[in-house]
Nanobody, 125 residues
Framework: QVQVVESGGGSVQAGGSLRLSCTVS????????MGWFRQAPGKERKGVSC????????YYTDPVKGRFTISRDNAKNTLYLQMNSLKPEDTAMYYC??????????????????WGQGTEVTVSS
């Protein structure tokens, strides 16, 4: 049984930082690219960042490029998202999920819908 557990969210002021973690069990972690997604209140879930299986390649959407850093530790089955210079528009529930493919131009493709409960990030101005 696959389990995905996100953690590290919280409330910060604009300009602050948070580091999210995502631990996955029940599958072979390094068989998958991994992605971070977020869902703001009243909006659909969208991809934020993706990392390939080895961790050597990363992809970021324009809103977070230059401020967020995705990384993974395959020995610990854990994915990370370092978020700096946070803005109120980053406020959302953050989720991670495995994906079958990494694409340099589009990020994670073929996301496998093993969704955890997410971790909430609130950024105040």
């Amino acid at each position: 049984q696959v389990q995905v557990v996100e953690s590290g969210g919280g409330s910060v002021q604009a300009g602050g930082s948070l580091r999210l973690s995502c631990t996955v069990s029940g599958l072979t972690f390094d068989d998958y690219a991994m992605g971070w997604f977020r869902q703001a209140p009243g909006k659909e879930r969208k991809g934020v960042s993706c990392i390939n299986r080895s961790g050597g390649y990363t992809y970021y959407t324009d809103p977070v490029k230059g401020r967020f850093t995705i990384s993974r530790d395959n020995a610990k089955n854990t994915l990370y998202l370092q978020m700096n210079s946070l803005k109120p528009e980053d406020t959302a529930m953050y989720y991670c999920a495995p994906s079958r493919y990494y694409d340099a131009g589009r990020g994670c493709l073929g996301t496998v819908a093993y969704w955890g409960q997410g971790t909430e990030v609130t950024v105040s101005s």
